[in-house]
């Protein structure tokens, strides 16, 4: 049974930073690309990132480029998120995600986590 | 405003038929990268209901079923059930943004 836990999420204060982490289990981890997808309550789904299988690529939604960095440790069968410069509009459930292949581009996500809340304010 | 355009709300009768459009552009679905749906429950995470424009994964019903048509995607609900009351979001790739899209989500209401 494919697992995803995240962890790491709670209250920071805006401009401050947090990292995210996600304990997959149930599936051949290095096999493929894992994301970030966030969703603030009551609102739709926002891509925050992804990477691919070997990490040899990267994505990240233009709200959050250049303040987070996506990573993953396949050894550990982990994906992290860490986030910089934490803003209030940063506030939002953040899911982890596995795709169904390797890569980012094309790629959709059959296995969502159940969330973690990231609260950012002052 | 999401790259891709969904109504915000869609409503049918139990047994009757529905369908929730996306509409892309050049950049996304027109660019020929495919259409994936998923359906939120409240309270729960996304579930992928139809990948690739028209796949449905193991355990999908096959009231669900998806189709594109140049820019644009349908994601149809045959048979409607009062468990079908849920959130539903489609998402493609962007070559312009490079990155993943969502539509803005579509709210089924089974009267």
């Known amino acids: 049974e494919v697992r995803l836990v995240e962890s790491g999420g709670g209250w920071v204060q805006p401009g401050r930073s947090l990292r995210l982490s996600c304990a997959a289990s149930?599936?051949?981890?290095?096999?493929?690309?894992m994301h970030w997808v966030r969703q603030v309550p009551g609102k739709g789904l926002e891509w925050v990132s992804g990477?691919?299988?070997?990490?040899?690529?990267?994505g990240y939604g233009g709200s959050v480029k250049g303040r987070f960095s996506i990573s993953r440790d396949n050894a550990k069968d982990s994906l992290y998120l860490q986030m910089n410069d934490l803003r209030t509009e940063d506030t939002a459930l953040y899911y982890c995600?596995?795709?169904?292949?390797?890569?980012?581009?094309?790629?959709?996500?059959?296995?969502w986590g159940q969330g973690i809340l990231v609260t950012v304010s002052s | 405003q999401s790259v891709l355009t969904q109504p915000p709300s869609v409503s049918g009768a139990p047994g009757q038929k529905v369908t929730i459009s996306c509409a892309g552009s050049g950049s996304n679905i027109g660019a020929g990268y495919g259409v994936h749906w998923y359906q939120q429950l409240p309270g729960t995470a996304p579930k992928l209901l139809i990948y690739s424009d028209t796949n449905r994964p193991s355990g999908v019903p096959d009231r669900f079923s998806g189709s594109r048509s140049g820019a644009s995607a349908s994601l149809a609900i045959t048979g409607l059930q009062a468990e079908d009351e849920a959130d539903y979001y489609c998402q493609s790739y962007d070559n312009r943004l490079s990155s993943w899209v969502f539509g803005g989500g579509t709210k089924l209401t089974v009267l």
């Open positions: 149930g599936f051949r981890f290095d096999d493929y690309a």
């Open positions: 990477i691919s299988w070997n990490s040899g690529s990267v």
């Open positions: 995600a596995k795709d169904r292949s390797k890569s980012v581009a094309g790629g959709k996500a059959d296995f």
